[in-house]
């Protein structure tokens, strides 16, 4: 049973436009969220992260939102960059747990 | 630059050989490390956690005595593959938990591509 699912395989956008990606999880106990990029052959970095009391979070031009109603969060990148075209893994951790839970990743594209 | 770093970055070995890549962290202590697996177009699986001093926590369906994971200090943690089959081919990457400033948050290393033949 995945707990963290990333339902978009690929995204292809246009450079200067805006990337949308989208994670959905099922563990009502995940707390904090975290957005990782990953270049083939290379360990994931961390882009940025969420608290659950908070439903926005912005560093630069990625921007996170989270809405714990529906149990959904989204990485916003404004404006896209053909250097932001690497996997984007959602993950989720649950209080005190220390374990991380990815989605699948997302493979983003972006075209010059 | 680089806070987690991981060696060998390749290695290729024959069938029934055992293999040891090395997990550091480079500015920081880290209180937990963690080691994952990567198989093509797939998650990050998580294999195993541990902690300096104490014995490594293993998930559901790894083998411990074939993947030896020892944490010998706070900047250093190792996975031993031992007797190494094809199907162990695979991206093993780690990462370290620690806070360095204002985060705290897990670095992951640059990941070991091993092939077995």
């Known amino acids: 049973d995945q707990q963290v699912k990333q339902n978009s395989p690929s995204l292809s956008v246009q450079e200067g436009r805006i990337s949308i990606l989208n994670c959905d999880y099922t563990n009502s106990m995940f707390d904090y969220f975290l957005w990782y990029k990953k270049y083939p052959a290379e360990g994931p970095t961390f882009l940025i992260s969420i608290s659950s009391i908070k439903d926005k979070n912005e560093d630069g031009r990625f921007t996170v939102f989270l809405n714990k109603s529906a149990k959904h969060l989204s990485l916003h990148i404004v404006p896209s960059q053909p250097g932001d075209s690497a996997v984007y893994f959602c993950?989720?951790?649950?209080?005190?747990?220390?374990?991380?839970?990815f989605g699948k990743g997302t493979k983003l594209t972006v075209n010059p | 630059g680089a806070v987690v770093s991981q060696h060998p970055s390749w290695v290729i070995c024959k069938s029934g050989t055992s293999v040891k890549i090395e997990c550091r962290s480079l500015d920081f202590q880290a209180t937990t490390m963690f080691w994952y697996r990567q198989f093509p177009k797939q998650s990050l699986m998580l294999m195993a956690t541990s902690n300096e001093g104490s014995k490594a926590t293993y998930e559901q369906g790894v083998e411990k005595d074939k993947f030896l994971i020892n944490h010998a200090s706070l900047t250093l943690s190792t996975l031993t593959v031992t007797s190494a089959h094809p199907e162990d081919s695979s991206f093993y990457i780690c990462?370290?938990?620690?806070?360095?400033?204002?985060?705290?948050?897990?670095?992951f290393g640059p990941g070991t591509r091993l092939t077995v033949l």
């Open positions: 993950a989720a951790d649950q209080g005190g747990s220390e374990k991380l839970v």
């Open positions: 990462s370290a938990r620690g806070r360095r400033g204002a985060e705290d948050t897990q670095y």
